[in-house]
């Protein structure tokens, strides 16, 4: 296992995320260096994770890095697009934190909301060298989303939300928000035994999680829509059949989960 460089390491998967990717880590930086200055003992490095863009995603994440902190932020590059999954388990690999979250580069979720995740693990701060999962959650804001959203969005939603349950079950009212925290222990097992490399990578880590002895839990957050989601009906059928390969492959055996990985 690699050493504990920092306190927080911030995984951030970018696909074609040249016109956002800027503005979401400026409030993350900020947030960051501020919380250093603050406390001495906090330390931080945020690892952009291009998955294979097309646009200048790592153009852009590199210019931002030499001009704001180019001391803790790491460029990292696949040659192709590999999805969302691929890339948050090449950034958690590598990443050198005690604490590690996952954040969309679209700076959907309020970046000072890790604190509220990050409580789980300061309670009891042994946890810190357990196995843990805190999940960022937007559950509280559902009832307001099915009112504004069309209905065949929510006809969608509901379906996914059954695919889901049918999947892993669990107790886990939102496995989709990409604002999650891992303990250290915890990412090096999920993410070394990680499978599915797209869309519902998200529901693989909570379908293994409890078989690894990881704790799970659920913690709300802000969230805001913002432009330009790249979720299109391919991909909702993508991850339909992942969701089906999840249990299949799962329950014959062909993806084996390994504890000591």
Request: glycine share 6%.
């Amino acid at each position: 296992m690699a050493p504990r460089g920092c306190t927080l390491s911030v995984v951030v998967p970018a696909f074609n995320e040249e016109a956002r990717l800027a503005d979401m880590l400026s409030e993350a930086v900020q947030y960051l260096a501020g919380r250093a200055v603050l406390d001495q003992s906090f330390s931080w490095e945020i690892l952009v994770v291009d998955d294979g863009s097309r646009d200048r995603t790592s153009d852009v994440a590199r210019r931002f890095a030499a001009a704001r902190a180019p001391e803790h932020i790491r460029v990292l590059r696949l040659e192709r697009n590999c999805g969302k999954g691929a890339a948050v388990r090449e950034g958690m690999l590598a990443a050198d934190g005690q604490l590690l979250l996952m954040a969309d580069a679209d700076g959907a979720t309020r970046f000072r909301d890790v604190e509220n995740l990050e409580h789980h693990f300061l309670v009891h701060p042994a946890r810190r060298d357990a196995r843990m999962l805190v999940v960022g959650s937007r559950a509280h804001l559902k009832a307001a989303a099915l009112l504004k959203r069309a209905w065949y969005r929510n006809v969608l939603t509901h379906g996914f939300q059954f695919l889901v349950s049918l999947a892993i079950g669990g107790d886990v009212c939102d496995t989709q928000c990409g604002f999650k925290l891992f303990s250290r222990a915890a990412a090096r097992a999920l993410f070394s035994n990680l499978h599915v490399s797209r869309w519902a990578f998200d529901v693989e880590l909570l379908f293994m999680a409890p078989r690894l002895s990881i704790e799970v839990r659920e913690e709300a957050v802000k969230w805001t829509e913002i432009p330009g989601s790249k979720m299109r009906l391919s991909g909702i059928l993508q991850m339909a059949k992942e969701l089906l390969l999840i249990r299949l492959m799962h329950a014959l055996g062909v993806w084996q989960i390994l504890p000591s990985r």
